[in-house]
């Protein structure tokens, strides 16, 4: 059992503050599915922006799709404002790797040229394999690299719409 | 093919080969529909091609010329970044004589990692499928009387796109249901998917009554065939397969058969009309009924190239 214990609820709190500093009147916001997109969407809401955030879905420009194969999910990109010229700030739950940074930067291009890109993320469990970095990250944690730490999300009761965190795997 | 395992399954139960829909579970083909649904909005980025087959040759083996059905296959094997090698078997190596396995040890000593194959015979892309290499991926795009997986699924999606929910639907089938192999792979799928009624609609000379044991309901009639249904699926009049005195004239076939606005009006007021293509208009179809509202003859096409893009991906991204 770990011992590791993640508040997602207070991690958004300093996810919200992060990206409200890093936020500025002329961006669009994106978010990973799933985890991400719910991040975003929530800070959507709560910053009380115009519109409706973007999704994007890194299934089509894995790179370990050889070995996986296609998922069984229904994620899929949806980005309703053009991609052209905009300032996007990408927000996702776990940055790990950085590959799904990489497949989803691939999938935005497929869309058009954005003017930039900024990340932010609630968790920066460290592990980098490709030269990626958030500009926010809520929390930094050292994870053993065969665990897999995702964002989860109550879908009833009273607790409904509730981040929490799930980790699988490792001793 | 009795107790044997499905040789498109591998021990995973996952997809490697795609041959029939028989025999596929609901989750399988659920599968697919779900990932056509993600490829349908590739085609309308800037940029439509996704990297899951850079690197991989698909090889499309026409022993039967279909140009529409290849350029599809081909269409959504580019989107996927595939090198695409087309290759009219019909004028080259079977008229000098090869066999088909030695044609597919020639093309496999090339490199190929997927083959597409129009066959005449039955049964040929099984042929195919157990004698290529493991790495080998295998698609059935029509093989003789027998299946058309692809062109049912296609079907499966269009319907599922405006109807939603299969297990309340009344899909009426009209037309050369013996020569077709769309209409047989259309009819498991429906089964498959839970649709309860499924009809097979036609002159006793060209629906086998043998479908009753597929739990078809087969009609002679017309008008009781299409009456209420919530989906027509016409089928073309094939004139080049038909031999003998199977019909009296397309003429007769058509008066009685071919879908007019009239008899259009018994069936549902939201009843969608499909056809697989080509459509012989004036012979099983109606112009005002092609190009009319009920029609989704065209969006047909467009979801082929969906469903055809899942298809791959699925199969060349799970290991035999």
Redesign the interface.
Known sequence: MSTLTLDAEALYTELRSGVRGLWRADMAMLGIWSGGAWLAERLHADLGLPGKPGVI?S???RDD??A???G?G?????IPFSVDGTHLLLVDDVLFTGRTIRAVL?EL????RPASVTLAVLVDRGGRELPIQAAFAAAKVTLPSDQRLSLTRVTEGPDEGRFTFSLRGGQ | MLNRRNPQLNAHGELIHLLSIEGLPREVLHHILDTAGTFLSVNDREVKKVPLLRGKSVFNLFFENSTRTRTTFEIAAKRLSADVINLDIAKSSASKGESLLDTIANLSAMHADMFVVRHSESGAPYLIAQHCAAHVHVVNAGDGRHAHPTQGLLDMYTIRHYKKDFTQLSVAIVGDIVHSRVARSDIHALTTLGVPEIRAVGPKTLVPSDLREMGVRVCHDMAEGIRGADVIIMLRLQNERMSGAMLPSAAEFSRIYGLTPDKLALAKPDAIVMHPGPINRGVEIDSAVADGTHSVILPQVTFGIAVRMAVMSIISGNDA
């Open positions: 879905s299934a089509l420009h799709f050889s996986r194969g296609m069984h229904t994620d899929a990109t949806k691939n291009f497929d869309f058009g």
